[in-house]
């Protein structure tokens, strides 16, 4: 099972870095991600990695403040986030992903995790 950890109350401009332990995958995994939610909306793709070429992938409004990597040595896969915005303000779930058109994308997955809040607030 995938567990996050990390989130937090952040003010308008700060960082914050998230942490996924992610289970162990199966060797033809496509992509594993981080998504967020917010109310009862559907999981909104925020970046994710492809297995295949290690390549990471971001929405268009995450992309340049966002930094998605993984840490192999301890099984985790990073969110770092930069200059964080109140629209930012969710709960944040990694899962195994794949892409809908350049979107990083949880298709039917629906075994999410407690998931982690990030609120930014002023």
């Known amino acids: 099972q995938f567990v996050e950890f990390g989130g937090g109350l952040v003010q308008p401009g700060d960082t914050l870095l998230l942490s996924c332990v992610v289970p162990?995958?199966?060797?033809?995994?496509?992509?594993v991600g981080w998504f967020r939610q917010v109310s009862e909306k559907d999981h909104e793709g925020v970046a994710c990695?492809?297995?295949?070429?290690?390549?990471?992938h971001y929405s268009r409004n995450t992309r340049d403040r966002f930094t998605m990597s993984w840490d192999y040595a301890r099984n985790m896969i990073l969110l770092q986030m930069s200059s964080l915005r109140p629209e930012d303000t969710a709960v944040y779930y990694c899962?195994?992903?794949?892409?809908?058109?350049?979107?990083?994308?949880?298709?039917?997955?629906?075994?999410w995790g407690q998931g982690t809040q990030v609120t930014v607030s002023s």
């Open positions: 899962g195994p992903s794949g892409l809908t058109s350049g979107t990083c994308d949880p298709g039917d997955y629906d075994e």
């Open positions: 162990d995958l199966p060797p033809d995994y496509f992509a």
């Open positions: 990695i492809t297995g295949e070429d290690g390549r990471a």
